[in-house]
T-cell receptor
Framework: KQEVTQIPAALSVPEGENLVLNCSFTDSAIYNLQWFRQDPGKGLTSLLLIQSSQREQTSGRLNASLDKSSGRSTLYIAASQPGDSATYLCAVSNAGNMLTFGGGTRLMVKP | DGGITQSPKYLFRKEGQNVTLSCEQNLNHDAMYWYRQDPGQGLRLIYYSQIVNDFQKGDIAEGYSVSREKKESFPLTVTSAQKNPTAFYLC?????????????FGQGTRLTVV
């Protein structure tokens, strides 16, 4: 059974810092990996989708990489801002588009 | 505006009651999903539907039921058989039930047992 782990569970950084969030998964036979953002009490906003054949995806200050063989993905956030404060979730798809989620990393960016 | 609408935002259930959570999408997506989120945890799949009049159990379907009579609607009923229903429920959709399609989520319904 697929298991997804995110480290760290919580992270607090000063504004302007570059940071890396980590995601690992146990079954490398994935079709894609998605990174989501969740604000408190809200739904999920899709940030990046990396297909299994891709190594990375970029959107603005966000860059996500995927190393399928080692079961790892990282989300790099450049020049962090207080508005980036949220919980970041990674999820992998092994079949159809049924997603297995990690527990999330709660990020706080201090002004 | 295209998107997924979940209602109500907050729902309170008494012991022994069934309650139904609404999920409507106007994205013309074939596939829809229900997830449950507990505090500090990731999401877990309850049910999914690949197409109208079809649905399948996910990892934690016990105590829940769904229907998919219309493409745009996928309501979730939390029955009295669900022993620990207090959670945040999220509905999602994707254009088709296929790999490499992006999942889009609603804003969630918070269910509390009183």
């Amino acid at each position: 059974k697929q298991e997804v782990t995110q480290i760290p569970a919580a992270l607090s950084v000063p504004e302007g810092e570059n940071l890396v969030l980590n995601c690992s998964f146990t079954d490398s036979a994935i079709y894609n990996l998605q990174w989501f953002r969740q604000d408190p009490g809200k739904g999920l906003t899709s940030l990046l989708l990396i297909q299994s054949s891709q190594r990375e995806q970029t959107s603005g200050r966000l860059n996500a990489s995927l190393d399928k063989s080692s079961g790892r993905s990282t989300l790099y956030i450049a020049a962090s801002q207080p508005g980036d404060s949220a919980t970041y979730l990674c999820a992998v798809s092994n079949a159809g588009n049924m997603l297995t989620f990690g527990g999330g990393t709660r990020l706080m960016v201090k002004p | 505006d295209g998107g997924i609408t979940q209602s109500p935002k907050y729902l309170f259930r008494k012991e022994g009651q069934n309650v139904t959570l609404s999920c409507e999408q106007n994205l013309n997506h074939d596939a829809m999903y229900w997830y449950r989120q507990d505090p500090g945890q990731g999401l877990r799949l309850i049910y999914y539907s690949q197409i109208v009049n079809d649905f399948q159990k996910g990892d934690i379907a016990e105590g829940y039921s769904v229907s998919r009579e219309k493409k745009e609607s996928f309501p979730l009923t939390v029955t009295s058989a669900q022993k620990n229903p207090t959670a945040f429920y999220l509905c999602a959709s994707s254009i088709v039930f296929a790999v490499n399609t992006e999942a889009f989520f609603g804003q969630g319904t918070r269910l509390t047992v009183v």
